[in-house]
Structures are given as C-alpha cells and as structure tokens.
C-alpha cells in the first residue's frame, strides 16, 4: 500500500497483492470480479426491500469496497468483466423491478461512486492508463518474434502480444496433433519444445503455460478437449439464461472470459470455485423446476 500510495513499481503492485495472500493474481480478481458483481446486486435488492438506512450503507460501502479492491489487484480481463457484470445487473434489475425510476437513480447513483473511485485511483496509479493502452498494445506486429524486441521480458512480459504469440504457438502444436492430443501429461513440455523447436527463445526460458483452456485441452486431448470445457461453462450460461438470473449471467462470463486468457482447470481453486457455484446454480434452477411443475399439475 506504501508503494501504490508513492507510486513505485506500479507495474508490478497488484501481482505483488496477490503473490502476498499467496493467490494467482488473474485467480485472486476473478474472484473479486464476482463478489463486486454480487454486491451489487445486494444493493438494488436492499433499495428493493425498502431495508433500513444502515443496511443500505453497509451494502453500499461492501460494494464500492470490493470494487477498490478490484482495482488494487488490476487485472484487465477482471476489470472488464466486472463493468460488464455491473451492466448484466442494472440490466436485469430495470426489466423485472416495477419501479424503474427508482433503479435508475440507484444506478445514476452507483456510476457516480464509482467513477469516483476510478478517480481517485488512477490519481495514485497513472501507469493504469500506460497500462491499459500503450502497454497492453504495444508491438503486436511481433506476434510469434518476441526474441526481436529488446529486452521482451521488460516490455512485453505481461502484454497481449506474448499471450498471442502463446496461443499461435499452442494453436500450431495442436494442429500436428489431431485428433487426439499429445496427453494430459506431456501438454506443458510439448509446448515448451515446440518453443525451442520454432526458436522462441524469451517464451522457452519463462515456459509460459498456454493461458487459455481451450487450447490447453485441444493440445492434451485433441478435439474433445475443448468441447468438453465448452459445453461444463456454456451450461452455466444456459441456467443462467434460463432462469433469467443476472448472478448466474454474471459467473458465465467472469469464468468464460477468464478461461480464454488463462487455465482455470489446471488450478484447484479454479476448480473448486466453479464446481460449487455451478452446483450452487443447478440446485435453484432445480428447486424452481420443479416448484413449477407442481403449480402446473395443480392448476
């Protein structure tokens, strides 16, 4: 917090956070993202149910905490699905509330906070908007030639166009081992070798990992692999749109999007932290199931 508040090595700051709980940084936001989105929601319900002023405070500070803490950790992939989810929610919440007036003030409300925060956060972080444009952009014309920029792991180490530059390769790898995969064991040291094989020096010496779940279980197991991963989170997408639940829309994509830059399926928490909501979101879509099929057969 010194360091955020002296502006030194912001860079690194909020991999730091996290490495200090002892958490993934991308991991660590994912979680925040939902539980920021989640607040929100807590928000319009406490407004909704006319609750006391203390509890709407309470649920008003809870909320522009979680999403401080969103920014601490600065993770853009997390950053964005949050802002997305906090839409989902205002969203969902002018269509089935019977007072949009009063939502949209609530949200009128809440954009005003937070543009605040935002504020003041880049006040004391300006590398957040190097970072979120020129750094996350920068050379994108060496996708797949990284080792021609000076010094890579200096510049490029965290940009978008070393992720690219992964999933060319992991993309490429796969290609020559249709349909069936290299296997779940040899899938990080077939990548590693084709780095060295391709002269991809800088990605052979940090032996980046794919980043994306997708591609990691395309390299492992072939086509299977990512039809299985498509149809585990499109089904949380599919309970979510069902019953109409912005929470379950929400998870969808925070979990979706999260898996398209990293492997949450390699990770134990990422493991646990979807099997338990999307458990958590099949028991309700099945308790409301079959609470509709018992009003039917008494009509």
Known sequence: MQKYLKGIDLWEMGYQFANSVGIHAPALNMHLAFVSVCALYFVFESFKNHDKIKTKLISVVAFLLSFFFVLLVNTRMALLNALIGFLIVF???????????????????????????????????????EKYS????????????????????????????????IWKSAWELSLKNLPFGVGASDGKPELFKYYKDTNQHFLAKYEFPTHNQFLDFLIKFGILGPLVVTLYIFTIGYLGYDMKNAI??????????????????????????????????????????TTLDKELKAV
């Open 91 to 129: 969203f969902y919440e002018i269509k089935h509330r019977f007072n949009p007036k009063k939502v949209l003030l609530t949200g009128i409300t809440i954009v005003v906070l937070l543009g605040g925060i935002l504020f003041l956060f880049l006040q004391k972080d300006p590398y957040m908007k």
């Open 134 to 165: 020129s750094v996350t952009f920068a050379y994108m014309d060496k996708v797949g030639k990284l080792d021609e920029i000076d010094h890579p792991e200096i510049k490029v180490f965290n940009s978008l166009v070393t992720r690219v530059s």
């Open 248 to 289: 379950m829309l929400s998870f969808f994509l925070i979990f979706f999007t999260s898996n398209l830059t990293d492997d949450f399926f390699l990770r134990f928490d990422g493991i646990a932290f979807s099997g338990l909501w999307f458990s958590i979101f099949a028991s309700h879509w099945l308790q409301q199931k």
